[in-house]
DNA sequence: CTGTTAGCGCCTTCAA
DNA sequence: TTGAAGGCGCTAACAG
């Protein structure tokens, strides 16, 4: 067959003998076109093996049958939402378009914005913003936020509780015999990071342990930026006994940190991380970690914004999915101090 | 800010008092601009909060900016690779767009094609095609193959040694003691099961075992097709003592199935799955597999879609990738028959 | 039932 | 240095 992958629509009409918007309308399934000539032009277009562009198409006409999920880069935390979102999606009649339009390695704020204004009301009909930095934006079309690092109470939104899993994270640590807890924080300006940070330190102060604030250490959520202030947290005569990280990805880069001044995890040093994306349980370390269920929150913020799409709206304009921990071998108790 | 989503270069130009194409001209650090209209049209995007729209933008210029990512679904193969793909193209001044063109449940034969018909020529500049399952189509921008399921020498591909993995499973099977071990074959149809099949039976064969057609079966590699024939194989007197099937989704699968049957994993059978995703890892029997290097396979195949983009072309335009084999706990020595 | 016309938002000649 | 005009591929009125 003569594939010919550059066919636009104006090809077909020649070759069918017949003009541009009657083979819009066989496309489109619109009345007024006798059968004869539809089943005509369909044949066609499967000779030519001809498909509209999603770029003209959505140029013209508002819906497009395709849905975004807009997120900063793929890596291991947004695929495991993605694998959720898409399971959601099956047979529902739209395809999916993930965006990674974080462009820089720098942490760029507010990408999201940019993706959807480069998309919406162009080529998706809806979308799901994958960790969201910013807030107040007037979206045209349906969205949905998961896990928001900024509060945005304007738009439905699907997270977990950053504050009680970072209270168990962190009391685990206590519970282990551990004092001396430092945090690799995320990104001071998120509230996500604020609420694992307040978490750390609710359960420190809980225990009435004081909060010294030179175990607190930015981190970024990305391993580069973790590794200057992993090695600011442990390559000192007073290092901590403990770390607990504001995400997986720094909580292995702090692993393998220690790993160089020689220290061994968990005996020398316990790291606990945040999230589970399965990066954790396959590290040389398995890493103990709170568990976000986050399959599940890619799955049911899809199935929110599907219904806001149907017009049947979701029921709950916020949810919070409870977090669990995850114990495996890079915690240990404490030794007693000889 | 008044962030207005959806403003266009219209918008822009009269809120600046100049024509759209001088604006186009600043958006595209085009020559014939006076500093002083570029510095006012600059400061009015901004405020506006102006970004051109992907879909127009590409129906004028060739060039977006942005690479595309075809795969069928979401789901734990594709993502894992999707990590590698964006690991190797951060920081090179393009964005990624992933696109997941299979729309019903059933596999459809060459989504591929028509996914890179709508995106190709308007969107995106170039694709790593994941898992084609068809070939010789004509392409107008540089594509490169990621696992194909149909040999296409046209195009630079990257997979991994099917032959040699299903080899190295199956006979680790038979050193295990298994001699009645059946296949759950994905499907006749595309290249790469057409290889793990015959790996199969290669090494069934070197070993002296007869082939029996009754124990394979074709399974097709997503877990909802698998059921049927995984059950077939198991819920018969002369079951088989050891399952390889085509792929991690698909073993995972026949474990269920066991286990509804009342079979123990891997007392009463023993299975292994082809890929090692996280998922085989995390199952609730971690499954005994052959790996693919998924996330180096998806870093090589960006790095030679990159090159293309370049002109500086990929060195090799095939590269097949060693497998290996990972024992984990879905696969026991043979019981010494009563 | 069919074709003509007018744009969607943008970029690119080409004149002024 | 600027702007007007044309057109990318497509859809949606509106005529015929």
């Not at 949905?144 to 900024?150: K, Q």
Request: charged fraction near 20%; charge should be negative; aromatic fraction near 4%.
């Amino acid at each position: 067959m003569p594939v010919q992958l550059n066919a636009t629509i104006v090809d077909v009409a020649r070759s069918a003998g017949v003009s541009v918007s009657t083979v819009s309308k066989v496309i489109n399934a619109r009345y007024g076109v006798s059968e004869r000539t539809a089943e005509r032009v369909r044949r066609v277009i499967a000779e030519l093996g001809y498909e509209s562009s999603l770029g003209a198409r959505s140029l013209r006409s508002q819906r497009t049958g395709v849905l975004g999920v807009l997120v900063a880069e793929f890596e291991p935390f947004s695929t495991e939402l993605l694998k959720g979102i898409g399971q959601a999606a099956e047979g529902r009649g739209y395809e999916l378009l993930a965006y990674a339009g974080r462009t820089g390695p720098q942490p760029q704020l507010g990408w999201e914005r940019r993706s959807l204004a480069r998309l919406s009301g162009t080529l998706i009909d809806g979308a799901v913003l994958v960790t969201p930095t910013v807030s107040g934006a007037d979206y045209r079309i349906p969205v949905v936020a998961l896990d928001p690092h900024a509060d945005d109470s304007s738009i439905p939104t699907v997270d977990s509780d950053n504050l009680a899993g970072a209270e168990l994270g962190v009391s685990y640590l206590l519970r282990l015999g551990h004092r001396r807890i430092a945090m690799l924080a995320g990104r001071p300006d998120l509230n996500s990071a604020q609420l694992r940070e307040q978490g750390y330190r609710n359960a420190l102060g809980a225990a009435g342990i004081p909060i010294d604030p030179s175990l607190i250490q930015v981190g970024g959520f990305r391993p580069d930026s973790a590794t200057a202030p992993a090695r600011a947290l442990l390559d000192r005569p007073d290092r901590p006994t403990a770390v607990f990280a504001a995400n997986d990805l720094t909580a292995i880069r702090t692993i393998e940190v220690a790993n160089e001044l020689g220290l061994r995890v968990p005996e020398d040093l316990s790291v606990i991380g945040f999230d589970d994306v399965p990066d954790a349980s396959q590290f040389r370390t398995p890493l103990t970690t709170i568990a976000q269920p986050l399959y599940e929150m890619g799955r049911i913020a899809m199935e929110m914004l599907l219904q806001l799409l149907d017009g049947t709206g979701p029921a709950q304009p916020r949810l919070t999915l409870a977090t669990s921990l995850v114990v495996r071998e890079s915690t240990a108790p404490l030794p007693p101090t000889p």
